[in-house]
Structures are given as structure tokens and as C-alpha cells.
């Protein structure tokens, strides 16, 4: 959970220095001790503590955040890089690259709720697994009555749509103009219709039987709505109230979408969860669930710990403000150890909130920067066979 970028044994050490009763003295174990322990530990533990976390944060946060009423979630996958090793080659394969090296890759898929910054459900899977499969997956762990989906351009889909109608679920797709009728209404003067899908002709008549597809689905609209930088975004939607749901609002639904990246971003980038600490198929599942409850555990500091705090601030500044997520993770692997481990861990926590009181950041509206990607040839090169 503490994010071992500095190496195991870095980690072991500070960890069994905070947990012994003299910092002076104490006694660490070898990485290999650790490499034999994890393999009694299955990665199944992380995901229901998740999920109990979940629970209990439903249950009793004082403050929740929705939109219109509902828990938006958005639901995207990423590509996560692995360690060579003959054994994830197997599990999760990968793909050449222009030297014929042989990259290993893995398939991840997230369904965050953006309104708290929370991931509801995460799933790593092979290279080569659709994205609108891993999305099915997430749905019973979802609320019909409660959530709205968005999705982004690489989701839509005919058996996707009909189970999402199906089930009962809101939903709000962008749709690519490599779709007929979006191209079509994008084209037009027009920026609002009822949308009647139709099957494409490659699913064939006996696919769509056996998979208990209807021959068209109704209830649908087809939104388009034009950013500031001109470009035309198209939104399909089964939200088919106008009045509850006008262009505008349907623009700032589609618009939270971007949380989800955001979410990526600290998934990959702050807690470096692409910085393995195994190379066997337990490892990674291991890695990969337990920051997720990392990553949810301080959203919930952040949201609840501070709201106070936040109120406070937004008060007194022109701009709203915002507590900076990576200050939290830093902090809470500091404290993690006393959290779990002391009888008191309430002392640790005011102690912790006392810290980000001065870790808020200013929001300031319409900003935009160039993004710089920057490739660090070291652990690119880590996920090469042979390397």
C-alpha cells in the first residue's frame, strides 16, 4: 500500500521502524522473507476491503456530493505497462514495437464516481480484452436508480446500449463521426433529435439472436453541442427530458467526464503504480488493488476530513479551492503504519488533517497549459523482454 518506488526493502525497513515500540531499535526483514509472505496473500483481500470502504463511506460519509441528484460515474480503461516476465508474457501479452522488441501490457478499466473522486470498481485484465467488456463487469456494482454513466468515444456499442436500457441505467455516450447519424447531425443545422438505433449490419441476424438483441433500440436522443474552441462534440443519451436535461446541461454532464483522467493520473502518476513491485501475475493484482484503496481512502480524508476546512477557505477566496490529492497520498503513506497498526489512530488522524490545512490549492477557472510528456527511458525499457 505505501507505494515502494524507492525499492522493497526501503519500504520494509520504514515500515517495521514505524510499527516497532523504539524507532532505535528494530528489526526488518529480507526482500525475499517478504517476496515468500505475499504469496499466502491473495489479491481478492484489497478488493473486498475496497469494497467494504465503499460500503462504509455510502453508509455514513456526512458529505457526499451528486449532481442533479444522481452519482455520476464515468467508466474508461487505460493501458498499464508490466515487467518482463515469461509469466505475465503468458497472462497478459503485449505487443511488438517498431524494433521488434516485445512489450508486455495490461488492460485496466475503472468506474469512478466523480462527484466524490472515488473508484467504485477496478479490473486489470489481458492486453487484448475490450474495453466494452470490462465495462459490463463493472455494472453490478452500480445503481440503476441512482447513477448516471458517461462514456467516452471507444465505448458505444449495440449490445452495450441495449444492456445499459435493459438494466435501467442513465447514460450519456460520445459518439465518434465515424457513426452515420452523428456525422449527419453534425453536418446539419440541427443539434438536437429523437434516435432510433439501428443495428450494424456486421452483427448479423443469428449474432443478434443468440445474444437476445432487439431488432432496434427506441428512447434514444442525439445531442450536439459545439466547444469553445469550435469543435462539435455528439452525445447520445436516453435522458430525453429537455427541460431537466437542456444542450447546457448535458454539456457539463459530458464535461465531468474529465475526472476519470484525473483519476488515471493519480492512479499511474502519484502513486506510480506502473513501478511493479513483482513480476508474477499475484504481484501485479496485489499492486494494482491495493492502490486503488489507497487512492480511495484519501479521497475520502480529503472529502470528509477537510470539508470544513474547505468551506472555510472558499469563503474567504475568490476562487474555490481544492486539496491537493498528492499532498494526501504523501501524508497518508506517512501515517499509514499508525492507522492500521496504533490503538489510537484518531491522534494520528487530527494529526494528519492539522498537516493538509496548509496543502489547499487555488482553482482558477479556464486555465489551460501545453502538455509535456515526458518518457523515463529506464522503466520504458524495464517492460522489454531481455532488458
Known sequence: MSFSKPGIQVEMDRFFKAIAESPSSFESVSRSAFTQARRKLKAEAFIELARDQLDYF?????????????????????????????????????????????????????????????????????????????????????????????????????????????????????????WTDAAKLAESDGNDIDWTLKPNKKLGLKRMKAMGLPAQIDGLRLVCIELSNGVKEILATNLTDRKTFPLETLK??????????????????????????????????????????????????????????????DKKNIHPSKLNKTQVLAKLKDFISHLFFDARPMKFIKQMLKLLQQCFDIVRPNRSFVRVVTVHRRHKLSHIKGF
Request: net charge negative.
Open 252 to 313: 457539463e454532464l459530458y464535461g465531468m467526464r474529465w475526472g476519470v483522467e484525473e483519476g488515471f493520473k493519480t492512479l499511474k502518476q502519484v502513486t506510480q503504480l506502473e513501478y511493479f513491485t513483482g513480476r508474477t501475475e499475484l504481484a501485479i493484482r496485489q499492486d494494482f488493488h491495493a492502490r486503488v484503496f489507497m487512492v480511495n481512502m484519501a479521497s475520502m480524508i480529503a472529502s470528509q476530513g477537510m470539508h470544513d476546512e474547505k468551506q472555510n477557505r
Open 58 to 178: 455510502e453508509k455514513h460519509a456526512p458529505y457526499k456530493n451528486s449532481w442533479h441528484g444522481k452519482r455520476v460515474v464515468a467508466i474508461d480503461g487505460s493501458q498499464l505497462n508490466l515487467p518482463y516476465s515469461e509469466e505475465l508474457e503468458s497472462v497478459f501479452g503485449g505487443v511488438k514495437n517498431q524494433h521488434t522488441d516485445r512489450l508486455l501490457l495490461a488492460q485496466c478499466s475503472v468506474a469512478f464516481d466523480v462527484c466524490n473522486d472515488l473508484i467504485l470498481d477496478a479490473a486489470i485484465a489481458p492486453y487484448r480484452t475490450g474495453e466494452q467488456d470490462m465495462a459490463m463487469d463493472h455494472l453490478p456494482y452500480l445503481h440503476p436508480q441512482s447513477d448516471i454513466l458517461i462514456f467516452d468515444r471507444g465505448y458505444p456499442s449495440y449490445p452495450l446500449i441495449h444492456k445499459l436500457m435493459k438494466v435501467g441505467f442513465e447514460f450519456c455516450f460520445r459518439l465518434s463521426t465515424s
